[in-house]
């Protein structure tokens, strides 16, 4: 199983890591951190070195109660990084987490190759458009509402059934647009509660029916750290269980903020899957 990046073809028929790369000032684990050009290239930096196959960019919080971030400011935050890193590190794989097709425009036109969007087009249906003429793969997350209210739309008939119906209605639409490679994304800590979260990771592997990648983002995210009691600077032991678990279930990508880690993980599983 390949993705174009760029022209590169990269096998994802055995795991990747999606180092994850947050220049806002207000995301829950890691804001405010990487907010000048050297801390920035220094991270990126670490996680290539790590293993990472990826690197996701992202200039807008979607964490529930984030301050919203303007199309202009969203574009002065990551534009500028994605040309800096691109003249740092010209084979790194860039992936732009926006939902707003000009950002994702003016960021594949400087060089980065995915783009990752929390609304599958819901919000700027012309992002599959700009994914298609940059011949971009389309990463595409299920999330009901806005992060602004996502948590008041958690009420499902069948929580598994809704997602893969969900799935298939988007993945049509991004077919009919022609996008080459889609992956899907189902969206823990999106429009599910804790329970809710912990039953898509139990039956991940229901997911494989739509016969695309799946990429798992749950990093630190309160699924862990609340259940646990703690906090997200403490959440990585959990992140790394939650991980694992994933993997065994049928993940081809990890979205995760510790690289090092997440390649573990995958050493590890893949052993285990020899056997």
């Keep these: 199983m390949n993705i174009n990046c760029n022209g590169k073809l990269i096998d994802i028929s055995s795991p990747k890591v999606m180092g994850i790369l947050n220049i806002t000032p207000d995301s829950f684990y890691d804001g405010n951190m990487y907010n000048n050009q050297k801390s920035i290239l220094s991270q990126v930096e670490k996680m290539l070195s790590d293993g990472a196959t990826f690197i996701d960019i992202g200039a807008y919080s979607s964490r529930p ?27 790194a794989n ?7 097709s000009q950002v994702a425009e003016e960021c594949l036109t400087a060089g980065a190759s995915i783009v990752n969007d929390i609304t599958a087009s819901e919000y700027d249906s012309d992002i599959l458009k700009i994914a298609f003429k940059h011949n971009a793969p389309y990463i595409m997350m299920h999330m009901r509402g806005t992060p602004g209210n996502m948590m008041k739309n958690n009420k499902y008939d069948d929580l598994l059934k809704d997602i893969i ?8 639409i991004a077919r009919n647009s022609k996008i080459n490679d889609i992956i899907i994304d189902p969206g823990f800590g999106f429009s599910k509660d804790i ?31 609340k259940l646990l009691e703690n906090t997200p600077k403490n959440a990585l032991n959990g992140t790394t269980s939650l ?30 899957n020899k056997q």
């Design 65 to 91: 109660g984030a301050t919203l971030v303007s199309e202009d400011e969203e574009k002065k935050r990551i534009i500028k990084t994605v040309e800096f890193i691109v003249q740092e590190f010209p084979n």
């Design 243 to 272: 991980n694992t678990i994933a993997l065994i279930n049928g993940a081809s990508i990890l979205r995760v903020h510790d690289v090092k880690e997440a390649m573990e993980c995958i050493k590890i599983t893949n052993q285990f």
């Design 94 to 100: 860039l992936s732009i987490d926006t939902f707003r």
């Design 195 to 225: 329970d809710q979260n912990y039953k898509v990771l139990k039956n991940l592997g229901l997911l494989k029916s739509l016969e695309l990648p799946i990429l798992v983002g749950i990093s630190r995210k309160s699924m862990i750290y």
């Design 165 to 172: 119906y969900y799935f298939s209605e988007k993945v049509k």
